[in-house]
């Protein structure tokens, strides 16, 4: 082993003032998730570009703000996460997202396997305390295997990035600016049943709410028997799509 392996494997942060090693390039957010640290995050995945869209991941380091999918890890840092100040940050842009789409839970098919509400859980969020937006965003039945409610978006661009770089197909993309901003589905007719996406992409599976869901399946697994209902998210660092 050469010396300047040795040294980056010796290197090490400090998060939430446990001594946390990284290796050459990691983030905060890779170097504390293989560690078995729990950082909330929702549009970050292993193997997909971090681009901090959801803004849970902030943590502190050095006192500074920061998203923790972007940073990368460096020797010596102070990194703070679960501190009261970020929880409630925390729970404020939950909330935000839980009003800005239709997230019904007891009625949504991913009720248990779904990354949004077991974050909720897990942060104790209580009620939505904003006025509810109830949008009314197109719900697309036209692909003869999936169904597409886009009324539960929260924009984190992961199936634009698992169409584009892993499937190559190029079957979504996000458009709008502001308030408008929104998932588009590239053909000509806007609908994703004149793409040629398959149930079998990674985009159709990458989805950590209730948007992208396979057709003739519902409720298979009896709610409560479900990935979160078995073990809270934060048990299964390392386990689950993070």
Do not use: W
Request: glycine share 10%; charged share 20%; with cysteine.
């Amino acid at each position: 082993m050469s010396k300047n392996m040795a040294r980056y494997e010796n290197e090490t942060f400090s998060l939430d003032g446990n001594e946390v090693e990284f290796q050459p390039g990691e983030t905060i957010l890779q170097a504390a998730t293989r560690a078995g640290h729990f950082i909330p995050h929702l549009c970050s995945q292993p193997g997909f570009h971090p681009h901090g869209s959801c803004r849970l991941c902030i943590v502190k380091i050095n006192g500074r703000p920061g998203s923790s999918c972007t940073l990368k890890a460096a020797a010596g840092q102070e990194v703070e996460s679960d501190i009261e100040e970020l929880k409630h940050h925390r729970r404020t842009v939950l909330r935000l997202l839980f009003i800005e789409g239709n997230h019904f839970c007891p009625s949504c098919e991913k009720s248990g396997n779904c990354l949004l509400q077991a974050t909720a859980y897990q942060l104790e969020m209580r009620g939505p305390r904003f006025e509810e937006f109830y949008p009314n965003r197109m719900v697309d039945a036209s692909h003869p295997d999936i169904l597409l409610d886009f009324n539960r978006c929260i924009l984190c661009g992961l199936c634009v990035q698992a169409s584009r770089d892993i499937d190559g197909k190029n079957i979504f993309a996000i458009g709008g600016h502001g308030m408008n901003t929104h998932l588009v589905i590239n053909s000509e007719t806007g609908k994703l049943g004149d793409t040629d996406m398959a149930l079998t992409d990674k985009a159709a599976q990458v989805c950590p709410v209730g948007v992208i869901l396979p057709k003739r399946v519902g409720f298979a697994v009896p709610i409560g028997q479900r990935v979160f209902d078995i073990k809270p998210l934060a048990e299964m660092v390392g386990e689950q799509p993070s």
